[in-house]
């Protein structure tokens, strides 16, 4: 095990250095205002792919959504780190649902426009991965995403995870149910 993977768990994870020269590091409630106006960079163009609580508006949402996160990791649950390319948070990766007695976990990612096309999201989400499996040890890793959201399926197949199906009308979003697409990897598999 790394230590860069262990700090994961300590909460106040060391900034880690991607492949493609991005840093991925936490996000926490006191980022609130550099969260806020990044998602004012990003509302318009993520808001048909992520849920709506997460699509903030203003400085006391995204104080709220990174709340949310950061009382989830203390109960060693869900979490969320962000993205940062020339110092500038262009997306993010989190744990949508993340359970160590279940072995299981869900990740999930969200970009702005000038975050995409660099390979940041598939770095980010690979740390996610071998964090789950290698310093944790859990079995399963599943990508779920709106069954259009090719950009999402892509980075699902990039890591090698197997389409397990849709969910039908599974995801309500403003009056309208989507179909979710679910993807996985094995700890056997990687």
Same mark, same amino acid.
């Given at each position: 095990?790394s230590?860069?993977h262990?700090s994961?768990?300590?909460?106040r994870?060391?900034?880690?250095q991607?492949?493609?020269?991005?840093?991925l590091?936490?996000?926490?409630?006191w980022q609130?205002?550099e969260?806020a106006?990044h998602?004012?960079?990003?509302?318009?163009?993520?808001?048909?792919?992520v849920?709506p609580s997460?699509v903030t508006?203003d400085?006391?949402?995204?104080?709220a959504t990174?709340?949310?996160?950061?009382d989830?990791?203390a !109960?060693?649950?869900?979490?969320?780190? #962000?993205?940062?390319a020339e110092?500038v948070? @262009? +997306? $993010? =990766?989190?744990f949508v649902?993340?359970s160590?007695?279940?072995?299981?976990?869900e990740i999930?990612?969200?970009?702005e426009p000038?975050?995409?096309?660099?390979?940041?999201?598939?770095?980010?989400?690979?740390?996610?991965?071998r964090?789950a499996?290698?310093?944790?040890?859990?079995h399963?890793v599943?990508?779920?995403?709106?069954?259009?959201?090719?950009?999402?399926?892509a980075?699902?197949? !990039?890591?090698g995870m197997?389409f397990e #199906?849709?969910?039908?009308?599974a995801w309500? @979003? +403003? $009056? =309208?149910?989507?179909?979710k697409?679910?993807?996985s990897?094995?700890?056997?598999?990687?």
């Amino acid at each position: 095990m790394s230590a860069r993977h262990d700090s994961l768990y300590a909460g106040r994870m060391a900034p880690t250095q991607l492949p493609t020269g991005a840093v991925l590091d936490s996000l926490e409630p006191w980022q609130a205002e550099e969260f806020a106006a990044h998602l004012d960079r990003a509302r318009e163009h993520i808001r048909p792919w992520v849920g709506p609580s997460f699509v903030t508006t203003d400085v006391e949402g995204a104080r709220a959504t990174l709340q949310r996160y950061a009382d989830g990791l203390a !109960r060693d649950g869900i979490r969320i780190y #962000g993205i940062w390319a020339e110092g500038v948070l @262009v +997306g $993010g =990766v989190m744990f949508v649902e993340f359970s160590a007695a279940a072995g299981n976990c869900e990740i999930g990612c969200w970009s702005e426009p000038a975050g995409e096309g660099h390979g940041h999201i598939t770095a980010a989400v690979r740390e996610l991965v071998r964090y789950a499996f290698e310093t944790r040890g859990l079995h399963r890793v599943e990508w779920r995403c709106r069954a259009g959201n090719e950009r999402s399926i892509a980075v699902a197949q !990039r890591l090698g995870m197997t389409f397990e #199906g849709t969910l039908r009308e599974a995801w309500p @979003v +403003g $009056g =309208v149910r989507y179909d979710k697409a679910v993807w996985s990897l094995l700890a056997t598999e990687v």
